[in-house]
């Protein structure tokens, strides 16, 4: 069953992505990008990484089309006949393409529990990390302690990202005096938009301490979290946005979020252990591990929700001023 | 107490130092802080190059878990050398970034360029610290985002499309190596590097490693700017601010250089990477046509950054060649192009920036006639330019001998003419530079103004580079014996199996 | 037959992976270049969590009464892999925002003429 469900998701894949090859309305390719983030989440729930799927479905579905939408409101929405010959491109993808599927010929068996990616390293993380880690969610454990620098490198790209952004398009100033924008003839959208807002954040909340028992963590509750102030800001205008959550104070907390997390590394280091080791963070190994856990994921949690919000108020910014002239 | 951890600071210090940039939120400080930690994670690497060279290879378990199944970093005398290059440059071009962004940068953005500055030293020394190969993924990332800002934040409007090109092809290139590690990982279960040479072995020939192995290749040799890959090298390097270009051409493009050599040496191993796939002979016929293709489009510039960006493409070609040459002595001389070439294209761009900011142009006319108004910028650009064409008492004469040496040491004349022919271009594109300063008057651009010295604090880390140049030049000990211990390290695997044989 | 039942996922997946490099490098408009991008690394996203699966685990998640679990680890990386691409993303479309500004075009072909970029 699960295997039937696998191929129509990748069917449907197939025809988005071959769809968006084609078409030259942007927005239509945007709106096909978000679908085709969804079916891949779907596809990665159908192949048990949970964590993953939520990741993607916020990220990919949610984040970046947004920043799509919001750079096409700039650019402008048709792509022009292009005067290039496409041999080139289809000949190079063509190779790509072969050398894939050679590589694919002497690949292990999909599926297969006698893997070698499945025997080496992996088993310690799903037999011994409940009792060394001492929480159920193993890719949480992995991610936070097994490899917690893999994620503090994560959390130090979303904060090089948005110095990126800022450096390019700058945030936008409070202003006073334009403070009632947004979609003011939309009661309804205001209505229920005021009603799901702390629904969003108390999820985001939820989603940042549960993760160490199910799907969830830092990064996820950071998107979210940033999704509801988005929403706040597309509804009642970005000036009234940046009145609850200052761009500067922004700026400061991405900073922070990736101290936070360096910095209970370097906790460790004072108390002669390496780097990022959160066992001496408590008498008790696991307690320390735990502890060490949750002020990582709250770093993670801290940097991604102000660089995505940096980010899109960044974008928001552009668009206003545009609206403006 | 921190001698253990030694190996982790050179990246955990400047990675904590950006977002304190932020915090600090004046310019000034943050230029402070950020030239502080960069001399400190300088000094730390030459500690930690002389211990490798006493104790052999440095290993550190993060979060306290052995390898494989946590994340190691493991330094060698390869990393640690490369290292203490990319701190030190760092360092004195963050001296130098003082005066040079005040003119080439706005204000409000002088913060943001230190923080991006030390995020991408952060990627730089984790890709050359680091012992897995994801992580090294993620860390090729941080420095790779932080460049295409650095690189936008030129004065230009050309930079905007120059960072977008580089960031599309950098961020193809980098999918590529995840192409290449999820195939390694499928096939070995780990992503330990020393893990992963060990389980490689078993698979000689394996048509998924095979691929993995070419892709990683390619994706690398997008971020190494190897010719035809390296289109997105000239307008990036010509359009950054100096203080950007004297960085990144003496350090990004040479960390790229040595994770091929790391992927090749360490984990593939030459028998695999030249023997089963004969790899050897298509980097060697690319380092070749780089050296005269990028040459001679050298030589036809008019703007003098574009003139040294193409260049670093010739003199990456080079360092490509010493690695096709398959044996210690050819890695040992690329080792050793990858450290003296980032001392003088460091010097180079660096003296391209001062008369940047003295005459406001960079176009070859600018030159004329400053020999005589800026004679310590121009006999600084003369000394390092005689580096990169290989004169005698300079570091640049020391690694193409080596590879003169290494090439005949397999009969390759051919190739070894080729070197020196490449040689001669290299007089010719920096000859034209020396004669427009030297020898003609000063053109439309420059008539009438008042030129001026360069401020001290652009020329001091220009001069330290060209001294280090000429120091490394005649007393080559210390560098020699880290290359040959490097070279012979990465190779022992090989001299294994010829022994064998 | 049971070679295409091992292998389907994988080459479908290599499918799509081309079509978003197709996208990235035959696309004219810049916007359209980041959107294939994103359709490349997604679907090799899609490769790494192929390999995690196992036939009859569930989600690495520890409960009662279940013994096999897909494996986590590459879970893990593309979580990683997600962050790192949407970041780039972000500074992608910054730049395609200041170049229309700068600019006053984002497709390819039209600065062409101005001088050979991109």
């Known amino acids: ?325 | 107490m921190f001698a253990q951890h030694l190996p982790v600071l050179p990246i955990i210090l400047p990675l904590m130092a950006a977002p304190l940039c932020i915090l600090l939120g004046r310019s000034h400080l943050a230029w402070l802080l950020a030239t502080l930690v960069s001399a400190l994670s300088f000094v730390i690497s030459v500690d930690v190059l002389l211990t490798t060279l006493e104790q052999g290879v440095l290993s550190y378990a993060i979060g306290g878990w052995q390898p494989p199944w946590g994340i190691e970093i493991r330094i060698d005398t390869a990393s640690a050398m490369i290292l203490s290059a990319v701190t030190g440059i760092s360092t004195l071009v963050l001296v130098y970034a003082k005066e040079s962004i005040a003119k080439e940068v706005d204000p409000s953005q002088h913060t943001l360029f230190y923080t991006a500055h030390l995020l991408c030293l952060t990627g730089l020394s984790g890709i050359l610290s680091t012992g897995d190969a994801f992580n090294l993924f993620v860390f090729l990332e941080i420095s790779s985002l932080a460049t295409y800002t650095l690189v936008s934040l030129g004065s230009d409007k050309r930079c905007l499309t120059a960072a977008f090109r580089y960031l599309v092809m950098g961020t193809i290139g980098a999918t590529f190596i995840l192409i290449g590690v999820g195939m390694l990982y499928m096939k070995t279960g780990t992503l330990n590097m020393i893990d992963l040479a060990d389980r490689i072995a078993e698979f000689n020939g394996n048509r998924t490693l095979k691929t993995g192995l070419a892709f990683i290749l390619v994706g690398v040799s997008i971020k190494l700017a190897l010719f035809p890959l390296h289109m997105w090298l000239p307008p990036a390097y010509t359009h950054a601010p100096s203080a950007v270009s004297a960085f990144l051409a003496s350090t990004a493009t040479k960390v790229a250089v040595y994770v091929m050599v790391r992927f090749i040496f360490t984990i593939y191993g030459a028998e695999f990477v030249f023997h089963t796939m004969s790899m050897d002979i298509l980097l060697l016929a690319l380092a070749i046509v780089a050296i005269f293709k990028c040459s001679f489009m050298a030589t036809v510039q008019s703007n003098v950054k574009t003139v040294l960006a193409y260049s670093s493409v010739a003199q990456i070609g080079y360092m490509i060649l010493g690695i096709s040459l398959v044996s210690s002595v050819g890695l040992m001389a690329g080792l050793l192009h990858i450290f003296n070439h980032a001392l003088m294209k460091g010097a180079l761009f660096m003296a391209v920036g001062a008369v940047l900011l003295r005459t406001g142009s960079v176009d070859i006319k600018a030159f004329q006639g400053l020999g005589k108004q800026m004679p310590l910028t121009m006999a600084a650009f003369t000394i390092a330019g005689l580096s990169i064409i290989g004169v005698p008492l300079t570091a640049g004469f020391v690694s193409k001998w080596y590879l003169v040496t290494a090439a005949l040491e397999q009969q390759q004349w051919v190739i070894a003419m080729l070197v020196l022919l490449g040689s001669l271009l290299a007089i010719i594109y920096i000859g034209r530079i020396l004669e427009a300063a030297y020898f003609k008057e000063p053109s439309e651009l420059t008539a009438g103004k008042d030129i001026k010295e360069a401020p001290m604090l652009m020329l001091v880390p220009m001069w330290v580079l060209v001294i280090a140049n000429i120091y490394f030049g005649i007393d080559t000990s210390l560098t020699l014996s880290a290359a040959d211990t490097a070279a012979q390290l990465l190779t022992q695997s090989m001299t294994e199996i010829e022994a064998a044989q | 037959m049971s070679f295409i039942v091992d292998h389907y996922n994988y080459w479908i997946v290599v499918l799509l992976m081309m079509m978003g490099f197709y996208v990235v490098i035959a696309a004219n408009n810049l916007v359209k270049k980041i959107v294939g991008l994103n359709i490349f690394q997604t679907s090799v996203f899609m490769m790494y969590i192929s390999i995690g699966k196992v036939n009859g685990g569930s989600a690495p998640i520890a409960a009662e009464g279940i013994t096999t679990y897909s494996n986590p680890l590459p879970h893990v990386l593309i979580l990683t892999a997600i962050v790192v691409g949407v970041a780039t993303t972000a500074v992608g479309l910054a730049l395609v925002v200041r170049i229309k500004r700068a600019y006053g075009t984002v497709e390819e072909n039209e600065f062409e003429d101005k001088e050979d970029l991109i």
């Not at chain 1, 968006?20 to 239509?28: P, S």
């Not at chain 1, 990390?129 to 001492?134: L, N």
């Open chain 1, 1 to 325: 069953m699960a295997e039937i469900i696998d191929l129509v998701l990748l069917g449907m894949l197939a025809i988005t992505a071959f769809n968006i090859i084609f078409i030259k309305d942007l927005f239509t390719v945007v709106m096909l990008f978000g679908i085709y983030s969804f079916l891949s989440a779907l596809i990665f729930v159908n192949l048990d990484a949970v964590d993953v799927a939520f990741t993607e479905a916020a990220v990919g579905a949610g984040i970046s089309t947004v920043l799509m939408l919001g750079t096409l409101a700039l650019t402008g929405r048709k792509e022009k006949a292009s005067s290039h010959k496409t041999i080139l491109p289809l000949l190079v993808v063509c190779v790509t393409g072969a050398a894939l599927i050679y590589g694919t010929l002497d690949m292990p068996l999909f599926g297969d529990p006698d893997n070698p990616a499945h025997q080496h390293v992996a088993p310690r993380y799903i037999e011994d990390s409940p009792q060394e880690i001492g929480i159920p969610n193993m890719v949480t454990s992995v991610l936070a302690s097994y490899r917690a620098f893999d994620t503090l490198g994560e959390t130090a790209v979303v904060f090089a990202a948005a110095i990126g952004v800022l450096s390019l398009l700058g945030l936008p100033k409070r202003d006073r005096a334009t403070i009632q924008s947004g979609l003011k003839s939309h009661l309804v959208l205001r209505v229920v938009a005021k009603m799901i807002i702390p629904l969003i954040v108390l999820f985001a909340l939820y989603v940042q301490f549960h993760g160490d028992y199910g799907p969830g963590g830092g990064f996820q509750a950071g998107v979210i979290a940033a999704a509801a102030l988005i929403l706040y800001a597309l509804v009642f205008g970005l000036p009234m946005a940046t009145h609850v959550v200052p761009p500067r104070v922004l700026k400061a907390l991405a900073a922070l979020g990736v101290l936070i997390y360096a910095g209970t590394g370097v906790v460790s280091l004072f108390l002669s252990a390496n780097f990022l080791d959160y066992s001496v963070l408590a008498e008790d190994p696991v307690a320390g591990q735990h502890i060490g856990i949750i002020a990582i994921e709250l770093g993670v949690g801290i940097t991604v929700f102000a660089a995505m919000l940096c980010i899109f108020y960044a974008f928001a910014g552009q668009t206003e001023r545009k609206n403006i002239q």
